[in-house]
């Protein structure tokens, strides 16, 4: 027998989530979604569960993110809308993404390896966010024509300065510190510690547990780089972000911009957008309400479809984008991305009693 995609348990106080695909480093799906969802609303309302405990099976990451080639499959066979099967989960997903961001109970999540994408949605929202020495977080949607979606534009809008408009469109990778500096993550804990830490938990609250683990984490690159990455994108486009990462002149500004012009065009001015957007929405629900609306347009996409041909079917690493260049994505085209979807909108609120 295969085991599950996603094993729960519960026992001692705790209530255990450990994501089960570790050949696809833990990639998430609708049934693992559902699963999760499941367990989080029985808990949230069971004495017997203290504390939730999320973890990722193997050792090279907590969670890739979706599952892409399943996107990939439903995007290329014309099903872009809010009933195709990747609409359904993203709903679906988003769903659980706010469920966990006002959870009542502690919910402590080990980020160990790469937390990527979805990885980041079931992370990035909990109240007891574990980073260790080998954690590798990041939103890379921009590479694969894609643009953050699960709350991420909600975190990436709210760092210091503009540390996340230069990690969503470059997808530079968080170490720890980074993490931590940014908003993604709240505690160090190195790995070889994250065994007793989760044993202690059987035993203390997730405060006096992690508290006896907890080190000080290395220190942030991107906050020592914050001079240049706030001058260069506070800019109001991404051609203009792109002009003065040149201009500065440092070698992390000039390899920023070349990074930026091999992603997607038009997946880089929405998410320009989309950023800007978000720090502007009052909560995470008003958030993913506006990411539905894009995720649902980019399904529609052709840029969708080649950055996943590119990066993950046929692996050659050459999308050809459409538009080719910055300059041929029209603001028209960008405000595609934004519309409203009728019947079919998210429609996420803040839950009665929490406003």
Do not use: H
């Given at each position: 027998m295969t085991e599950p995609e996603v094993l729960i348990d519960k026992r001692d106080g705790l209530g255990l989530i450990t994501l089960n695909?570790?050949?696809a480093i833990n990639a998430l799906n609708h049934a693992m979604a559902l699963d999760i969802t499941r367990a989080l609303r029985e808990w949230a309302a069971d004495d017997e569960v203290r504390t939730v405990v999320v973890t990722g099976a193997g050792e090279r990451g907590l969670c890739a993110g979706g599952d892409i080639v399943a996107i990939h499959?439903?995007?290329k066979g014309g099903g872009a809308n809010v009933d195709s099967p990747t609409g359904v989960f993203w709903r679906d997903e988003y769903i659980l993404n706010a469920l966990i961001g006002r959870y009542p109970k502690p919910y402590v999540v080990v980020m160990d390896g790469i937390v990527m994408g979805g990885g980041v949605g079931l992370s990035g929202h909990g109240s007891h966010r574990i980073v260790t020495e080998r954690s590798k977080i990041g939103m890379p949607e921009v590479g694969i024509g894609f643009v953050p979606d699960v709350g991420?534009?909600?975190?990436l809008s709210r760092t210091p300065g503009e540390i996340g408009t230069h990690v969503a469109l470059t997808t530079a990778r968080m170490g720890a510190g980074d993490a931590i500096a940014a908003g993604?993550?709240?505690?160090?804990v190195t790995s070889e510690n994250i065994a007793a830490l989760l044993e202690t938990l059987r035993t203390e609250s997730a405060d006096i547990a992690i508290a006896k683990f907890a080190s000080d984490a290395p220190e942030s690159a991107?906050?020592?780089?914050?001079?240049w990455i706030d001058a260069c994108y506070s800019a109001d486009s991404v051609e203009e972000i792109v002009a003065r990462l040149r201009a500065d002149g440092t070698p992390e500004a000039t390899r920023a911009a070349e990074d930026i012009l091999g992603k997607s065009p038009v997946a880089l001015k929405v998410t320009l957008r989309s950023l800007r957007n978000a720090r502007g929405l009052p909560n995470l629900e008003a958030v993913l309400n506006e990411e539905y609306r894009v995720s649902i347009a980019a399904l529609a996409s052709h840029d969708l479809v080649e950055g996943i041909r590119a990066q993950v079917i046929d692996k050659d690493r050459d999308p050809r984008w459409n538009p080719a260049t910055l300059a041929e994505v029209s603001t028209a085209a960008v405000d595609a991305y934004f519309a409203e979807l009728g019947v079919g909108e998210l429609g996420l609120n803040i839950p009665e009693g929490q406003q």
């Open positions: 695909r570790p050949k499959t439903d995007a991420g534009t909600y975190l993604f993550a709240d505690y160090f991107l906050v020592a780089q914050r001079s």
